[in-house]
C-alpha cells in the first residue's frame, strides 16, 4: 500500500503536466497571450501611419514598441519602408535616420544640379516666458560645386518677479567646395556661436566663438569594404567670461566598414580633435600656450555564422584633454602682511571613458532564443575614477504551453572619490543582483493568465582612505516582488481583468548607529479592471485598485505605520460623426494612513493618524471639421479634503478645489505647395481656493487665479 501511495506522489507532477498540454487554446498561445497585456494607447494617434503588428516587430528587433512608433512618426516612414531601409543599409532601425541625414549633406552623395532649402521659424507663449526658434538648411549642388548650410536660432525671454532674465543662442555652420571625383573633395567650413545670458543679480554669461577650417573629405570602396575619411584644419577664436581662447584647431574622422558576407561585419569610426592655442584669463595682458586634445574610437562587430547564433562586439574609448590659464593669487612669503604675487598657470583636466560590451545570441525564433550579455566600462575625472562589471542573460521559451520570460543581471561597481563632502576621499564597493521572470499563457479561448516575479539585491561599501573622509553609511536594499494577472475577454464589447501584486522592500543600515532606521516594508496590491463598447465609438473602462503599505522598523516598533489605498479611475471615450471626439474621466481616491499603538491588553492597534478624500472630473472635447483647423476644450475640476487625529476623532483639518479650463485652436494649414503652419493657441485658466480649519472653525484663503494666453506656432517652408 505504501508502494502504491508513492508512485502516486511520482505521478502527480506528470499528470499535471498533460492536463496543461491539454488546455485548449494552446496552437494560439505563442502570438496572442504574449501581447495580451500589451499598453494599446500607444496606437491612438496614427498620423496616417499604420502600427499593425507594432509590437510583435518591435519585440523581434529588441526594442520597446514606443521607440519603433516615436522612429515612424519622426521620419514619416511606414514599418515596411522603414525595416527595408534598415535592411538595406545593414544597420539597426534607430540608425537609419542619422544615415539618411549624413548623407544628405555629403558632397560624395552625387552628382548634378539639385537646390534644397528649408526653414522653420516656432513661436512659443508662456505665463513667464516666451521663445522664438528660427532654423534653416540650405544645400546647393553644381556638377561639382556644393554648398550647405545650416543655421539656428533661439531667443528666450523669462519673467519672474518683475525681473526680466534673457537667454539668446544663435548657431550657423557653412561648408562650400569642389567635388574633384566621386571620391574625394576639397573644400572650407566655417562655424559661428554667439550665446548671451543674463540673470538680475548675476553675472551676465556671453560667449564668441569663430572657427575657420579648410576640409578634405576622401571614400574609398574597394571589394567589401566602405570607408570615409574627413578632415578639417584652421584658425580658432573663443572669448568668453572665462577667458579667450585663439590658436589653430585641427580635426579628423573616419569610418571603416567591413563585410565579408552576411556571416561577417565590423565597422569602426574614430575621430582626433586638438589645437594649439594662446589662451589668457580675464585681467590677464600675456598669453599663455595651452594645448587641448581629444581622441574617439568606437567599434561593433558581428558574427553570424548560423540563423541560430550570432555574436555582437561593441567597445569605445575616449580621452580628453583641456587646458585652461588660470590666475592664482599667493602671498610673496610666509610673513604677516607679506604682499600678494599673482601667478598664471596652466590646469589641465583630463577625463576618459572606456567601454567593453559582448552579447552571444542562440535563437530558434521570436519564442525560443537565449541570449547572454557580458559588459565592462571605466571612468576617471578629477573627482574620481569609477571601474564597471557585470554580466546578464535573457530568456524566452515556450515550456508546455507557458511563454516564459527570464533574465538574471550582475552589476559590480568600484568608485573612488578623490574629495567629498569637504573631507578625504573614500571607496565604494557597489553589487547589484537582479532577477526577473515572466510567465504567460491562455486557459481557453477567453482567459489569458500572467505571473511575474522579481528578486533584486544591492550591496553597498565604502572604505575610506583619509581620516577626514565622511563617507555615507554602508547598506543592503532588498526587493522582491510577485503579481499574478488574469485578463478576460467575452467578445469585442466585454473584456475585464483581475491582478494580485505582493511585494517586500527590505532596507539594512549596517552600522549601529544608523540600524534605527531599517525598514521592512510590505505592500498588497489589488487591482480590477473593466472595458465595455456600448456602442459603436463609445467604450466605457474603470480601473479599481486597493494598496495597503506595511512600514515596519525592526528596531523601533513604535514607529510602524500603515497606509492604504482605494482608487478608482473610471473613462468615458466617444468618437462621434462630423470629427467630434470626447474623454470624460472620473477619479476617486481615498488615503488613511496611521500607526500602530500599544494598549493595556498588551496588544498593539492600529490608530489613524490622518486620512485624505480626493477628487478629479475631467473631460477632453475635440472638435475637428476639416485637417486644417480644430478645437479642444480641456475643462477639471479638483476636490481633496484632508482630516487630521484630534483626541482621537478625526476633524477635517484642509479642504482644497480647483478648477483648470484649457481651451484653444489647433492649427494645420498649408502655406502655399510647400509650406506648412502647425501649433495651438489657446487660453488657459485657474482658480483654486483653501479653507484652513482650526479648532474646527474654518478660514478662507485668499482666491488664486491665473489667466493668460498660451500657444506654440511652428513655420516650415521647404524649395
Known sequence: MRRSRRLLVLLLPLTLSLLSQALPGRAQQPLSARYAFADTTLLRDTLGLSFSGLFPTADSLQMTPDTLRALMIRYKLPMARILFLADSLRMPVDSVGPQLDRERLNPLSGRGSSTAFNYTSSYDIQQTSTTWTNGSTYNLKRGPFYLNNTANIELQRITSADALSLRQNRESTTEGGLAVSKRLSFGGRSYQLRFFSADPGATAQDEDKNEYSLTARGQANPAGLRSELNLAAGYLSDINVTGIKKGISSSADSRVRWEAGPQLSSELAGSVSGDVSNSRPPGVIS???????????????????????????????????????????????????????????????????????????????????????????????????????????????????????????????????????????????????????????????????????????????????????????????????????????????????????????????????????????????????????????????????????????????????????????????????????????????????????????????????????????????????????????EPRYQSSQNYGTVDDALQTQRVDKRLDFNGGVDLNLKVGRTGQLTGHVGRVYTDQRTLNFLSGVGTLTPRSQTDFWSGSLQLSWTL
Do not use: C
Not at 593669487?329 to 583636466?349: E, K, Q
Not at 465609438?537 to 510602524?560: E, I, K, M, S, W
Open 287 to 633: 598669453d599663455t600656450r595651452t594645448h587641448d586634445f581629444s581622441t574617439n574610437l568606437r567599434g561593433t562587430s558581428t558574427v553570424q555564422p548560423s540563423p541560430y547564433a550570432g555574436l555582437n562586439l561593441n567597445y569605445s574609448l575616449r580621452n580628453t584633454r583641456v587646458e585652461n590659464p588660470v590666475l592664482v593669487t599667493m602671498p610673496a612669503d610666509t610673513s604677516a602682511g607679506a604682499p600678494l604675487l599673482s601667478n598664471v598657470v596652466v590646469s589641465s583636466i583630463i577625463t576618459r571613458s572606456n567601454s567593453v560590451d559582448g552579447t552571444a545570441k542562440l535563437r530558434h525564433d521570436n519564442d525560443r532564443y537565449f541570449n547572454l550579455t557580458g559588459n565592462a566600462s571605466s571612468t576617471g575625472s578629477p573627482t574620481g575614477t569609477s571601474f564597471n562589471r557585470g554580466g546578464k542573460g535573457v530568456l524566452r521559451w515556450l515550456l508546455m504551453g507557458w511563454a516564459i520570460d527570464a533574465d538574471y543581471s550582475d552589476s559590480r561597481t568600484n568608485s573612488v572619490y578623490l574629495r567629498q563632502r569637504g573631507g578625504g576621499g573614500y571607496d565604494q564597493d557597489e553589487v547589484t543582483r537582479n532577477a526577473d521572470g515572466q510567465a504567460v499563457r491562455s486557459l481557453g479561448t477567453k482567459i489569458i493568465a500572467k505571473l511575474i516575479g522579481n528578486v533584486n539585491l544591492d550591496r553597498q561599501r565604502f572604505a575610506t582612505f583619509s581620516d577626514s573622509a565622511n563617507p555615507p553609511s554602508p547598506r543592503d536594499q532588498y526587493h522582491q516582488s510577485y503579481r499574478g494577472e488574469m485578463l478576460f475577454t467575452e467578445n469585442d464589447h466585454l473584456s475585464s481583468g483581475l491582478a494580485l501584486e505582493v511585494s517586500l522592500t527590505r532596507s539594512i543600515n549596517i552600522l549601529a548607529a544608523t540600524t534605527g532606521s531599517n525598514t521592512d516594508t510590505r505592500e498588497y496590491r489589488g487591482e480590477w479592471r473593466w472595458n465595455y463598447r456600448l456602442l459603436e465609438g463609445l467604450t466605457v473602462n474603470q480601473n479599481n485598485q486597493l494598496v495597503a503599505d506595511y512600514t515596519a522598523y525592526p528596531f523601533d516598533p513604535t514607529r510602524n505605520t500603515l497606509s492604504l489605498t482605494y482608487n478608482t479611475l473610471t473613462t468615458i471615450s466617444a468618437v462621434l460623426p462630423g470629427g467630434f471626439s470626447m474623454d470624460i474621466q472620473h477619479n476617486s481616491s481615498r488615503l488613511p494612513r496611521g500607526s500602530y499603538t500599544p494598549q493595556p491588553d498588551g496588544f498593539d492597534y492600529l490608530q489613524l493618524s490622518d486620512d485624505s478624500r480626493n477628487y478629479t472630473l475631467g473631460a477632453s472635447l475635440r472638435y475637428q471639421p476639416t485637417s486644417a483647423v480644430g478645437i479642444h476644450l
